[in-house]
């Protein structure tokens, strides 16, 4: 089924290869960071990007943390002079990016914008061309390398970067994970950074396939929200390796004995820093997929539905 996701998705490969070798202002905008606290801010996959970052950053021996854009904005968590901001944004217009970016710059903290190309937030890293589906693949995946450079500039050990593109191509490239939608819910949970893998996999799927999903880090699915699957579920293990794998596998054999469907997703051969690539173009794929079995439009976020653009549209993203 023709898609612009589905285009966008399959272009992933070509456009990682491009950002490695467009890399020469990575050691200098990494020295903005240097030595101090850093708030990596974003909404929706973005703020799953900034998750992603900050387990980067960790790695080089920094202070990270992700922050929602909104709780930036209005609940006192925006950067301070003596902190850095990464500033994550698909398009560069979202209203509570917007406004934390600008009062930072105002403020002279040290800033890193990463968006798209031509971005109206003046990108100092750009991505990729603007999207033509709501639903964000090639920018995300763009974020995460640009997030990935500016780490290893900073001497965190992630893994071979190089890889990357290739790695993505295989995924793409084989018969996909044949998750299909579930008579209920459709849950993914992931462990350390695949956590937000996991989320971002339900956010795509409730955007483009319309149906209900939910992801959780492994812990915070075990303590509760497990009890609640049965027979009419799917579970999506994301496994990148890493010192939650072996009970990730523990969770993935109990929901298998309790009668869920369930897809253990391992990619381990990057090591578990790495491994949100292949994985998040499992998860994207997934929702493609379970979009093209529903026959829903994965690109319209929902507004080709008579009155969804009428009253969601009304609200300022």
């Known amino acids: 089924m023709a898609s612009a996701m589905r285009e966008t998705m399959w272009a992933q490969p070509g456009e990682l290869r491009r950002l490695l070798t467009d890399d020469a202002a990575i050691p200098r905008l990494a020295e903005r960071l240097r030595g101090r606290r850093v708030l990596l801010i974003g909404t929706g996959t973005s703020w799953h990007a900034a998750g992603h970052g900050s387990f980067f950053l960790r790695r080089a021996g920094l202070e990270a943390w992700p922050v929602q854009a909104s709780d930036a904005a209005l ?186 469907t369930v897809h253990h997703i391992v990619r381990r051969d990057l090591g578990e820093p790495l491994s949100i690539f292949p994985l998040t173009a499992n998860v994207q794929r997934i929702a493609l997929e379970c979009a093209e079995a529903l026959g829903t439009n994965p690109d319209s976020f929902g507004y080709d539905i008579p009155g969804r653009r009428e009253t969601w549209g009304a609200i300022p993203l």
């Open 75 to 260: 609940y006192g968590l925006e950067p301070t002079p003596n902190d850095a901001l990464i500033l994550l944004s698909h398009r560069g217009t979202k209203t509570f990016t917007s406004q934390v970016l600008e009062r930072a710059r105002e403020r002279g903290v040290p800033t890193i914008v990463i968006s798209r190309l031509g971005s109206p937030a003046n990108a100092d890293l750009e991505t990729v061309e603007n999207e033509r589906s709501s639903a964000f693949t090639g920018s995300h995946l763009a974020a995460l390398l640009r997030l990935a450079q500016l780490a290893a500039a900073l001497g965190a050990d992630l893994g071979d970067l190089a890889s990357v593109p290739a790695a993505v191509e295989t995924e793409l490239a084989g018969p996909g994970p044949g998750v299909v939608p579930p008579e209920r819910l459709l849950e993914f949970t992931g462990a350390g950074t695949n956590q937000w893998t996991a989320a971002e996999g339900a956010l795509k799927v409730r955007e483009t396939a319309y149906i209900p999903s939910e992801g959780l880090s492994v812990e915070q699915f075990l303590h509760g929200p497990s009890v609640a699957l049965g027979a009419r579920d799917t579970l999506v293990c994301l496994d990148g390796g890493g010192p939650m794998a072996e009970r990730l596998g523990q969770i993935a054999d109990a929901a298998r004995a309790t009668g869920i």
